[in-house]
């Protein structure tokens, strides 16, 4: 009685489980477009660039014109350059050094000879 009651319930759950994929695959291939609206879709999805088309068009397509005009480009430049974010086109164009050392090139001399005087017999000048 036991296997019979097992059987019926694995069958159950087969059939159960195979109702269910027949009814998704069902729901899965029917559309409310046409194929004129697909092919359409298709066609415009491929000039705006958003899907590759075929073998010849390998690449995304390049927008017709620019995102942003000439004036805010320059504009943006201009204040990139402000803020000092972009250096110029030479090498010798850096930010300048706002901090620097306390001390000058003749203290620094004038320590390292109070120091060499008393400490190392190596260091002459």
Do not use: C
């Not at 559309?31 to 590759?52: D, M, Y």
């Amino acid at each position: 009685m036991m296997k019979t009651a097992l059987r019926s319930i694995a069958l159950a759950s087969i059939l159960v489980t195979a109702s269910v994929g027949i009814a998704n695959a069902a729901n899965t291939h029917a559309s409310s477009l046409s194929r004129a609206q697909v092919v359409a879709e298709l066609q415009a999805a491929q000039q705006s660039g958003e899907i590759l088309g075929d073998e010849v068009s390998v690449y995304p397509m390049i927008p017709d014109g620019p995102d942003k005009s000439r004036a805010q480009v320059v504009a943006t430049l201009a204040a990139a350059q402000e803020a000092g974010h972009v250096l110029g086109d030479e090498a010798s164009v850096y930010p300048m050094r706002t901090h620097g050392s306390a001390k000058s090139r003749t203290q620094v001399v004038n320590e390292l000879h109070a120091y060499t005087s008393n400490h190392s017999k190596f260091i002459e000048h």
